[in-house]
DNA sequence: TGACTCTAGTTCAACGATGTACCTTGTGCC
DNA sequence: GGCACAAGGTACATCGTTGAACTAGAGTCA
């Protein structure tokens, strides 16, 4: 201990501790291991060693021998943006608790980069990986013989037919979350409504087809409630500040909307402040409802009502789902639905 | 190719690759590694190999033999939060640009969880750390002797003192740049300062001595310009919402206030929009200053002036650092202060 | 021709941990 | 006394990769 400065100590190995109590290697292994055979007092004598000499087992050597690491790769568009970063971090709390840690792997660059995402980066590191394709399309998919680890996906952008062999899916169904979303106005009395959210630009290409999708269950909650030319608002981002000049616009235009359906949640906050400062009350006059459930929902004026895609339990599902696999499981790709839940709070309320 | 369902393969190893062309394990070793000694014939036969076994090198097995891995682990409270979440994604990329990965740890399990950063996790697993300590103290530290692992601390929550042999520091000097924005704002003839963004509760504690510390910048730029008795406001929490309520209530009991400095830019978000409500003109009658640079900073209305700690230039240095201690530097702990600037916008303006 | 060098390889050991198979004691029991 | 048997170990091979040391053959040059 305080071995001070100087030349950089190799970590102690098995080795070392064995020889310092003149035990062979296995015995140590098997006190580490907490495996049978070892007398109590050759035990106790090699765990003082292990603190003595601060010996931890080398992960690198443990994956040669066994085959796993307990790394899992997650690979996702980035980390900025609240549902993405959110996202991560119930990744990383439920890895923790699975004694797995997260590599972080962040696909923003574009379509290569997710490709080599499927290519296995080159390399293999870690047990699998969790993967959140944005542009990968099943072209890409279709000719992917099997992943090279085993493989879960999640997000919406995939086809079921084209999982590769040693995958699993998670889908979230943002179609239905934005269906619901709209349908709850409607059941509240709510007949004129817009949704924002809309992308102008292919820049922001990444929530281009969530937004899509959100867009089609709005549709289809309308033309279900015989609801006619519902309006579509366009943002420029979708950011709190998007949301802000988009509402401005979408009340001056269209004075008579009484709800207000949100691509995420930080344009629902931007939606919030607009009708604040024009003076339009909420859930009075318009209700408002977003996606996303991001950490300072309920703590915006008034709390907004959203959609919950419940992240940690789609990490929890997602990690269960991969660790199988990487256990030997070796089936077909199996889809689940990632469950959501409306959340109701105070910018959402019957209308007289 | 397109090996279809069946048993999970393993992957190919090199041994797979010599037996198949009948050369020696070390020549494929050498294609894939671009050494010379290989003919061109047997490089392309090798190279022809590997694509059509789909042959990707085993990390584990490279840092048995070679000792490093390319995983750096970051270990930082949370990703919940602007600051830190953008923070990651610029060690992800920047990391990436290297060809390293990054592991990512959460410690907001608090000390004990910090405690097991620096004891190693209980197992050794990638080449080295970056750190960003919030409750560690001095007495932790004093008494580590030597880090298991090449490790970068990251943050003000260190003693220069303190730091273990074979560590670095790059310090974030939040007093400083509080101070320069206190002075930015009495340099345009401002004169009745607030800050914003003291917590009363040890809830948040993470954020705690930070504010500390912004706090005393605050001061200290006040007492160097003869200006007494600065207004502090307290706030819930350092998020946009814990602005909004704030900034109404520090308007309501000072309303000769013309001047905000806050502790972040979410604080500073909210604000900006309680001002707005308020109908007090920013930066007419009030100048508003954040810290943290946010991506969503330019977009505010007016946009925020805020301090830059410029994420991306921290992470290289950090990673320069880390890199150089994992490939053998082997010297007494280095301190690098991380740059800061202040990025001026609509949100302060020199007062008539 | 002989001494040298260069190219294109080969063989071997080693990194650290662990599963399998084997060995050595001491004890209990007939 | 002889044997079985368990408890508490040891010895060895192995995972995939790479550095060091070696070799066989061809070309160079005095």
Redo the contacts between chains.
């Keep these: ?9 190799r ?1 102690a190995t098995m080795r070392d501790i064995a020889a310092r109590l003149g035990v062979s290697i296995k015995t140590v292994s098997n006190v580490v291991n907490d495996r049978p055979n070892v007398g109590p007092g050759t035990r106790e004598r090699v765990q003082d060693a292990i603190r003595e000499l ?1 010996y ?6 443990q ?2 021998r066994t085959g796993t ?3 899992i ?2 690979a996702i568009p ?3 943006g609240t549902y993405f ?2 996202l ?2 119930a990744f ?2 439920e890895a ?1 608790r699975r004694g797995r ?6 696909t ?1 660059a574009g379509r290569e980069e997710e490709r080599s995402v499927l290519a ?6 870690g047990d699998g990986v969790v993967f959140n394709p944005l542009l990968i399309g099943e072209d890409v998919l279709a000719h992917l ?2 992943t ?1 680890l085993p493989t879960v996906f999640i997000g919406e952008h995939v086809e079921e037919a084209d999982l590769p ?2 995958s699993d899916y998670v889908r979230t169904d943002n179609q239905s979350a934005a269906h619901d979303a709209a349908a709850h106005l409607l059941s509240h009395g709510r007949r004129h409504l817009a949704y924002l959210g809309a992308l102008e630009s292919t820049e922001a290409q990444q929530e281009h087809s969530t937004s899509r999708l959100r867009l089609g269950g709005f549709h289809r909650a309308l033309a279900a409630a015989g609801v006619m030319e519902p309006v579509v608002q366009a943002v420029p981002a979708w ?3 998007g949301g ?1 000049s988009a509402v401005r616009t979408l009340m001056r235009q269209h004075p008579e909307i009484d709800g207000i359906v949100c691509g995420n949640d930080d344009l629902a ?1 931007g939606a919030l ?1 607009s009708l ?2 024009l003076g339009i009350e909420v859930p009075g006059k318009v209700s408002v409802i977003g996606h996303d459930n991001i ?2 929902a309920p ?3 008034p709390p907004l009502t959203t959609v919950d895609p419940d992240k940690r339990t789609l990490a929890a599902t997602v990690l269960d789902l991969l660790l199988e696999r990487i256990e030997g499981y ?1 089936g ?1 790709p199996r889809v689940v639905e990632a469950p959501y839940q409306l959340v109701e709070r105070g910018s959402t309320a019957a209308h007289g």
Tied chains: 1, 2.
């Design positions: 201990m305080m071995s001070g400065p100087g030349e950089r100590p970590n601060n931890r087992p080398q992960v690198s050597a994956q040669m690491s307990g790394l790769t997650l980035s980390l900025a970063s959110e991560a971090q990383a709390d923790q840690s997260i590599m972080l792997h962040s923003a296995g980066f080159t390399r293999v590191l013989g099997r090279i062999a040693g950011s709190q500040e802000i906050r402040l604040h400062a950490l300072e703590f915006t004026s070796d077909p």
